[in-house]
């Protein structure tokens, strides 16, 4: 009797479950899977998209920032002094430092809205 009653208990949440999953049209099945997907995805390397960023940030840098850098010590004549030298390492150093903290951030934020976006997934039925 015990064996019976354990049986229907599942059949009647499996079919609850399967009610309840049956209640999306195919079309809002589809959108759900693609949301969870996108959401996995995204998850799984949360820094995609950032190098594109941090490609400009570097770009920037040599175009602006070190020209001026030089500008400053060329007018001087001490573009082969320790003084220049240091300071254009750091320059570099610093901007890398900048873009180590933004690409955390970045991927903290984009951690942040994917799994909103599975747990809104997740919630469809």
């Not at 099945?29 to 940030?57: S, T, V």
């Not at 004549?77 to 901007?95: D, E, H, I, R």
């Amino acid at each position: 009797m015990k064996k019976q009653y354990t049986f229907l208990v599942l059949l009647v949440v499996a079919f609850s479950f399967s009610f309840a999953y049956s209640q999306l049209t195919p079309q809002q099945q589809q959108q759900k899977d693609q949301i969870i997907n996108i959401a996995m995805q995204g998850l799984k390397d949360p820094y995609a998209g950032f190098q594109p960023i941090a490609d400009e940030a570097r770009c920037n840098f040599k175009s602006n920032t070190l020209p001026q850098i030089a500008a400053q010590y060329g007018g001087l004549g001490g573009t082969n002094s320790s003084g220049y030298k240091g300071m254009m390492s750091g320059a570099g150093q610093g901007l890398e430092r900048q873009l180590a903290a933004m690409k955390i951030q970045y991927g903290i934020q984009n951690i942040i809205q994917y799994q909103q976006l599975l747990a809104l997934g997740l919630n469809i039925q």
